[in-house]
């Protein structure tokens, strides 16, 4: 968890130094970084009785509402496995889609820039389909959840050593497709 | 056709759209012995103060950038001929010249250009080629390069790749109304980096530019749908057709040596990636592998027969081949933990690839025969090997500092260049066939 903090933490900070300036340290995620304006922000729909919510950095463990950081999973180098740190967050996810059959949501997976480009591409999708099991598993239905590959082309961080890396191989959930 | 429309209106497209960014190339590196040769400014024989370019600086670029030439500079020219009888050799022997390169620029016509030129061996003394290369004001630069290519191919044996051309995607990161923005674009140049055009240019990701046979057509990924969907692009006409957007992940395409068909890897529902191939023409789509690993990168055999790819089925992954009509799947790369995204070299008998050297990713080269690795570049994250169609260089991706730019490296080697773009990271180069326009 610590480890999942300290990502969370350097994700943060490369967010918040892009909005403050020139910056050579973030690009454009796109819709991936934002907050799907039909979500738990006008809804009003917070998670119920996991009783986490609040504890890691403010936001939902699970659902449209959750935080930034509870909505990306991180991975190791070449691998689409899924860590046990991860398993709270996915519950969360998986009992909303649950109790919502109408919501859905997009797994985006990532790369990180090292290696072929096209083969990134394959462990972006493996790591949102491994991603995708678990909710599955959980509660969720197939058809609330599509999951879409961007291997290295959109980086969250960039530079290349371990910590932008680590930050870069990921899975992004993203609700309203 | 209606998508077709639809697609067109997209505007999306650029057609052609020349760009004021061109690629400079600077020789790194050299072979031990370049072959001394003059290449005397051409005369020019029609209305004008002058021919629409100075045919002889692009000539002698041309033949300096391939490593195996250099040519004398004009300032120490002592005579500056432009017919044979005006050469005397033994200025150019004093010289150290090897070679002597003279002509002429004539007008026949309003925008009917002719370059006639002589290759003379300068010891001897005798020429050894004399040729009219026919020209417009519109495709002078590349008539220039072609009579670079006939230079070449005479005094080397090997047909010249001077008029062919590289596509390339490039991205470029821009703030504006406190928005970091994307834009990627597709790029085609000649090979010398000059005369750039915008294929296409997106706010989103565009990846795997793959020539066709015939050099007319472009195949490439876009994500301009938020997804991966795969197009084929007309050169002349800009005109673009969208070929795959099934499902899940549609990438790397690549041609069938015939052109009728692709090869491409396709995750659809099961969200695993494996080859297939799909008919131009009758659009039957034929699955080649199955199973849980990561099978992508497809790159055909020369004869059609067989389809070499990247897959992770032993864990890292290694390069198999299969055969075209599926089944008879086989290992191909063993050395290292990563060899990924194969390209077959133009005589059949190597392959290049991403290879992991001591955690550096590297060009390499695969001997088929011998099933020896042979490490080319030495870049920390080098990737999109794809060779000169004469098969004597590579171009691949490298990194300067943080940003993305093109390399070549001779196929022994030893001859190495850069080629550093004014701005944006550009990454996965594809060099052209040999074009007959």
Not at chain 2, 417 to 435: Q, T
Request: net charge negative; glycine share 10%.
């Amino acid at each position: 968890m610590t480890n999942l903090k300290t990502l969370a933490a350097l994700l943060i900070v490369t967010l918040v130094t892009a909005c403050a300036g020139p910056s050579e340290s973030t690009v454009d995620e796109g819709a991936a970084g934002a907050v799907p304006s039909s979500g738990a922000a006008s809804s009003g729909v917070s998670e119920g009785g996991i009783g986490q919510g609040g504890a890691i950095g403010g936001g939902a463990l699970g659902g449209p509402g959750a935080s930034q950081e509870n909505r990306i999973i991180y991975f190791e180098f070449d691998r689409f496995d899924i860590k046990p740190e991860y398993n709270a967050i996915l519950q969360a996810h998986a009992r909303y889609l649950s109790a919502h059959p109408a919501s859905r949501l997009r797994l985006e997976g990532h790369a990180d820039e090292r290696g072929s480009r096209e083969y990134n591409i394959g462990l972006g999708e493996k790591r949102a389909q491994s991603v995708r099991s678990v909710l599955l598993l959980q509660g969720a239905a197939s058809d609330q959840i599509v999951t879409v590959s961007f291997g290295e082309e959109r980086p969250a961080a960039i530079g290349s050593d371990d910590e932008a890396w680590a930050l870069n191989r990921r899975v992004e959930i993203v609700y309203g497709q | 056709m209606r998508q077709l429309l639809t697609v067109l209106a997209a505007l999306l497209v650029l057609n052609a759209t020349p760009l004021r960014a061109e690629l400079q190339i600077q020789i790194t590196e050299g072979v031990d012995k370049a072959l001394p040769i003059a290449v005397v400014p051409f005369g020019w024989q029609g209305a004008g103060a002058a021919a629409p370019l100075d045919a002889a600086s692009v000539v002698a670029a041309d033949l300096a950038r391939s490593g195996r030439f250099e040519p004398l500079d004009r300032k120490d020219m002592l005579q500056r001929p432009t017919t044979g009888a005006d050469v005397d050799f033994g200025d150019w022997r004093t010289q150290g010249s090897e070679f002597l390169v003279i002509g002429r620029v004539l007008q026949p016509g309003p925008d009917q250009y002719e370059i006639q030129f002589q290759v003379f061996d300068v010891v001897r003394g005798e020429q050894l080629l004399g040729y009219r290369q026919p020209a417009t004001a519109a495709d002078f630069r590349r008539s220039c390069h072609r009579v670079a290519d006939l230079i070449y191919e005479k005094l080397t044996g090997i047909r010249g790749i001077f008029s062919t051309r590289i596509a390339y995607v490039t991205a470029v990161r821009s703030q504006g109304q406190g928005q970091v923005k994307s834009n990627y674009r597709l790029v085609v140049a000649d090979a010398d980096g000059q005369n750039v055009r915008v294929m296409v240019d997106s706010p989103q990701p565009i990846m795997s530019p793959a020539w066709s046979p015939d050099g007319r057509q472009i195949a490439y990924v876009s994500f301009e749908a938020n997804r991966s969907e795969i197009y084929v692009q007309d050169l002349r006409s800009g005109v673009r057709k969208r070929i795959s957007a099934r499902p899940g992940v549609n990438g790397a395409p690549a041609w069938s040596p015939d052109g009728k068909s692709l090869a491409l890897s396709l995750s659809r529902q099961d969200g695993n990636l494996d080859i297939y191939t799909l008919d131009l023409g009758t659009q039957v789509l034929t699955r080649l592998t199955s199973g849980s690993a990561i099978d992508t990168e497809p790159a055909w055999s020369l004869d059609g027969q067989q389809i070499y790819f990247t897959s992770d089925a032993a864990g890292g992954p290694q390069v198999y081949r299969i055969a075209a009509d599926g089944g008879n799947v086989q290992r191909v790369t063993f050395e290292g933990s990563y060899n990924a995204r194969p390209r077959v070299a133009p005589d059949g008998k190597q392959l290049a690839v991403v290879h992991n050297d001591r955690g550096n990713y590297r060009i390499a080269l695969i001997d088929l025969a011998r099933s020896t690795t042979e490490v080319l570049s030495d870049g920390r994250l080098d990737e999109s090997p794809s060779f000169a169609p004469n098969g004597e260089m590579l171009i691949f991706a490298t990194r300067e500092g943080a940003r993305g730019v093109l390399a070549t490296v001779s196929i022994n080697g030893r001859i190495k260049s850069r080629i550093p773009e004014l701005d944006g990271d550009v990454r996965e180069p594809a060099w052209s066939p040999f074009v007959a326009n």
